[in-house]
């Protein structure tokens, strides 16, 4: 399966999805990533803010901010695919982004050799962590010069496929997260399973 074949499914499989199941989904895989041993430890975290059909992250930033983390957040830079990431405080004004997305109304830059742990959204996964974006490849970029950064992908269950094609400029994750499961990698050690919280 191409990446165009594979967007494809993915939009499908996305235009089906109950909001009150991706809701509660949605939880459960935030709940999941906020045990792994490396969101635990890290001080600087590289988060998204979520669109439609997206994991959210709500409940990530909210445990940053009370565990006293720093957040960032990725925000436009120049032309509509360059993005960097920029502190996200609590609340700070957002404003919405060139491709729909919320963002820091007044950016703070950070480098992403500065985080300790990106969280990445996606199309798709595989299993081995490598990530399938809408094309553009901004996130590819960003995650170019994460450095040490354990990077984790976060998404549903019903995104992760057999295999995601992949080549030089794709940067694969650490880890994948979804509602159900937790996909390899050292970043995953020692994680357990968290039941979320309606409340």
């Known amino acids: 399966m191409t990446k165009d074949d594979l967007r494809l499914e993915m939009r499908r499989r996305r235009a089906a999805l109950d909001p009150a199941e991706a809701a509660g989904a949605s939880l459960e895989a935030q709940a999941r990533?906020?045990?792994?041993?490396?969101?635990r430890r890290a001080r600087r975290i590289g988060l998204y803010l979520a669109r439609a059909g997206e994991v959210a992250t709500?409940?990530?930033v909210e445990a940053a901010f009370a565990a006293g983390r720093e957040v960032a957040v990725p925000a436009r830079c120049g032309g509509k695919a360059d993005y960097r990431f920029c502190r996200l405080r609590p609340?700070?004004?957002l404003r919405v982004g060139a491709l729909g997305i919320g963002e820091p109304a007044r950016p703070e830059w950070l480098e992403a050799a500065e985080l300790d742990l990106i969280?990445?959204?996606?199309?798709?996964f595989d299993a081995r962590g490598h990530r399938l974006g809408h094309g553009?490849?901004?996130?590819d970029r960003m995650l170019a010069g994460a450095g040490?950064?354990?990077?984790?992908?976060?998404?549903?269950?019903w995104q992760m496929a057999p295999?995601?094609?992949a080549d030089e400029r794709d940067v694969a994750m650490d880890c994948v997260v979804t509602e159900w499961?937790?996909?390899?990698?050292?970043a995953a050690a020692g994680a357990q399973s968290v039941p979320a919280s309606n409340g």
């Open 58 to 60: 709500d409940r990530l």
């Open 136 to 139: 553009l490849g901004c996130y």
């Open 119 to 124: 969280v990445a959204p996606g199309v798709a």
């Open 91 to 93: 609340g700070a004004p």
């Open 181 to 186: 499961n937790i996909y390899g990698g050292e």
């Open 148 to 157: 040490r950064a354990v990077k984790a992908g976060l998404c549903f269950e």
């Open 33 to 39: 990533l906020g045990a792994l041993p490396a969101f």
């Open 163 to 165: 295999e995601v094609p």
